[in-house]
């Protein structure tokens, strides 16, 4: 059974190394900034329905949602 | 109650965040310890579609024009049934094969609902965004059902391609398109 010391999984790197998901969030995450610098951004101010305005803009979503991935796939 | 067209469009944004978040958890796998990719199977995707549900559903109280009042609500009603079962069979209270078919039923449905929608209104300012995003969910949906049906299915499925593209239609689209 000289096979078996070769099936040791220590033996083996693993299949991925890197989280698809943080590749994934990080992408989004650039794709948000480099598209708020070509968009721009409103400021609407910092009051509670102010700040979800501000917040509720597409290239800030792409960013938080970003975020949120590269969270879950650090998070594990 | 007639809503200004910034507002509408927020609403979409907001949506089409949900949805992309919604995708990427549930087909975009994650890294085990010994290296193997694996579906999260998470219970934040049945509940984000729930949400997203009550989310289109609030057009049907503020919407003035009849056919996206009647599209708006079968999308909610569509998102809601697909939430609640993939929340029961996340949850181990209900397993059937069939609900391997839930989502892809989902998207190809809402994909039909967005030609639907275009062939009641072709003249409307969204148009050609509502049409590219009921392209890209029936994409999705029947490149779902063929990787089901596949014995040695990919790691990542190629579905997440049209369907990230469907969220991130709805995420860019412009104000004046949002209806």
């Keep these: 059974m000289e096979d078996e010391g070769r099936l040791e999984p220590a033996a083996y790197r693993p299949a991925i190394s890197v989280q698809p998901r943080v590749v994934v969030g990080l992408l989004l995450i650039l794709a948000g900034l480099v598209w708020a610098v070509a ?15 501000d917040l509720d ?18 998070g594990r | ?3 200004p067209q910034i507002t509408i469009a927020r609403g979409h944004w ?27 199977r998470s219970l934040i ?4 579609l729930m949400a997203g549900a009550v989310g289109v559903w609030v057009t049907v109280v503020v919407a003035d024009i009849v056919h996206d009042i009647l599209v708006h609500f079968l ?26 078919g839930v989502l892809p039923a989902t998207f190809l449905s809402c994909g039909a ?19 590219a995003m009921g392209l890209c969910l029936i994409a999705g949906g029947l490149l779902e059902f063929v990787r089901l049906g596949l014995r040695r299915a990919p790691t990542i499925s190629p579905a997440l391609v049209p369907l990230c593209g469907f969220a991130l239609a709805l995420i860019a689209i412009p ?3 949002a209806s």
């Design chain 1, 39 to 53: 968009r721009g951004l409103i400021s609407y101010g910092i009051g509670p329905v102010d700040l979800g305005y």
């Design chain 1, 57 to 74: 803009q597409p290239p800030v979503l792409l960013v938080l949602v970003g975020a949120w991935l590269v969270w879950r796939g650090l």
């Design chain 2, 1 to 3: 109650m007639i809503l």
């Design chain 2, 14 to 40: 907001l949506l089409g965040a949900l949805f992309l978040a919604v995708m990427l958890e549930e087909y975009l796998p994650r890294v085990d310890k010994e290296g193997r990719a694996v579906r999260s």
């Design chain 2, 45 to 48: 995707v049945p509940w984000a």
């Design chain 2, 75 to 100: 999308w909610g009603d569509v998102l809601f049934a697909a939430g609640a079962l993939e929340l029961a069979r996340r949850r181990g209270v209900y397993e059937r094969p069939w609900l391997d």
């Design chain 2, 113 to 131: 609902l967005f030609i639907v929608h275009v062939t009641i209104d072709p003249s409307s300012q969204g148009a050609h965004w509502h049409l």
């Design chain 2, 175 to 177: 104000v004046a398109a």
